[in-house]
Antibody
Framework: EVQMVESGGGLVKPGGSLRLSCAASGFTFSSYSMNWVRQAPGKGLEWVSSMSSSSSHIYYANSVKGRFTISRDNAKNSLDLQMNSLRAEDTAVYYC??????????WGQGTMVTVSS | QSVLTQPPSVSAAPGQKVTISCSGGSSNIGNNYVSWYQQLPGTAPKLLIYENNKRPSGIPDRFSGSKSGTSATLGITGLQTGDEADYYCGTWDSSLSAGLFGGGTKLTVL
């Protein structure tokens, strides 16, 4: 079965750090670009970051640039998102999603990140 | 304010057809593929359309996509109550080097 499972979400104080992980299975993880997409409570989808299959191309949304770092381990079929200097506006459900044909085709169930004092 | 513009809501009766528009610019929709996603309440988004008009395996042909210039459209025919969801368009922006989503459209099947 093709699936992705996110973990690592939780409650963190403003200025704090959190590391999200995404475990992929059922497909050739190493062949595809991977992304993080977030959704603030009651709001729409926001693309956060993308990493190519070989890790050679990395992109970030302006809203997280310099604070978030995406990484992957193709040997472990895993994708991470290190989030530093967290702000209240980073509060959201974070989804990992694989990318094929310039679309996000497989999504995890999401992990909730709450930034609050 | 999203770079990609969608109507906040659309509605139609069961069995009818509805279209959802997504308007962008030359650096995004104009020069990149558009995809569409369905998000049922409390669930993760699901890919409906990729490369402007292609459907992944398992997506019924009631769902269709098209693109013209800097705009794209999602069409849904034979509306069912189970189609009530939020729908998002997505694409890449070559100038921003960033992914983009529309603001989302809430579909109500009356």
């Amino acid at each position: 079965e093709v699936q992705m499972v996110e973990s690592g979400g939780g409650l963190v104080k403003p200025g704090g750090s959190l590391r999200l992980s995404c475990a992929a299975s059922g497909f050739t993880f190493s062949s595809y670009s991977m992304n993080w997409v977030r959704q603030a409570p009651g709001k729409g989808l926001e693309w956060v970051s993308s990493m190519s299959s070989s890790s050679s191309h990395i992109y970030y949304a302006n809203s997280v640039k310099g604070r978030f770092t995406i990484s992957r381990d193709n040997a472990k079929n895993s994708l991470d998102l290190q989030m530093n200097s967290l702000r209240a506006e980073d509060t959201a459900v974070y989804y990992c999603a694989s990318e094929r044909y310039e679309a996000f085709d497989i999504w995890g169930q999401g992990t909730m990140v709450t930034v609050s004092s | 304010q999203s770079v990609l513009t969608q109507p906040p809501s659309v509605s139609a009766a069961p069995g009818q057809k509805v279209t959802i528009s997504c308007s962008g610019g030359s650096s995004n929709i104009g020069n990149n593929y558009v995809s569409w996603y369905q998000q049922l309440p409390g669930t993760a988004p699901k890919l409906l359309i990729y490369e402007n008009n292609k459907r992944p395996s398992g997506i019924p042909d009631r769902f269709s996509g098209s693109k013209s210039g800097t705009s794209a459209t999602l069409g849904i025919t034979g509306l069912q109550t189970g189609d009530e969801a939020d729908y998002y368009c997505g694409t890449w922006d070559s100038s921003l080097s960033a992914g983009l989503f529309g603001g989302g459209t809430k579909l109500t099947v009356l």
